[in-house]
Nanobody
Framework: QVQLAESGGGLVQAGGSLRLSCVAS????????MGWYRQAPGKQRELVAA???????DYANSVKGRFTISRDNAKKTVYLQMNSLKPEDTAVYYC?????????WGQGTQVTVSS
C-alpha cells in the first residue's frame, strides 16, 4: 500500500513563493516517477512538473522558469518550489507517484494566490 502526504499549501500574494512537499510511504520501488498536478475550479487536472528517480525533470510551459521540482530519494519526498506566483496558479495541487504501471495520488493541498 502506497500513501502520499502533501504539505506546504496556503495563501500567498502574487509574486510570492511557496514550497510544497510530498512524502511517500509504503512499498516504494527504486525506479519511479513523482510529480505534481493541479486542478483549478471548473478545469481539468493538469501536469505541473514531474521528476524521475534519476532526477530527469519535465515542466508545463506555464511554470517553466518559475517552479522547480526536486526529490530526495532517501526521504521518499518530492518538492515543488514555486516562485513568482500568479493568481492563475491558484488550484488544488496533487502529488503523484507512478511505479510498476500504477499511479498513486495524494489528497491534494490548496494553493491560493491573491492579486
Amino acid at each position: 500500500q502506497v500513501q502520499l502526504a502533501e504539505s506546504g499549501g496556503g495563501l500567498v500574494q502574487a509574486g510570492g513563493s511557496l514550497r510544497l512537499s510530498c512524502v511517500a510511504s509504503g512499498i516504494i520501488f527504486t525506479f519511479n516517477t513523482m510529480g505534481w498536478y493541479r486542478q483549478a475550479p471548473g478545469k481539468q487536472r493538469e501536469l505541473v512538473a514531474a521528476i524521475t528517480s534519476g532526477s530527469s525533470a519535465d515542466y508545463a510551459n506555464s511554470v517553466k522558469g518559475r517552479f522547480t521540482i526536486s526529490r530526495d530519494n532517501a526521504k521518499k519526498t518530492v518538492y515543488l518550489q514555486m516562485n513568482s506566483l500568479k493568481p492563475e496558479d491558484t488550484a488544488v495541487y496533487y502529488c503523484l507517484l507512478s511505479q510498476v504501471r500504477r499511479d498513486y495520488w495524494g489528497q491534494g493541498t490548496q494553493v491560493t494566490v491573491s492579486s
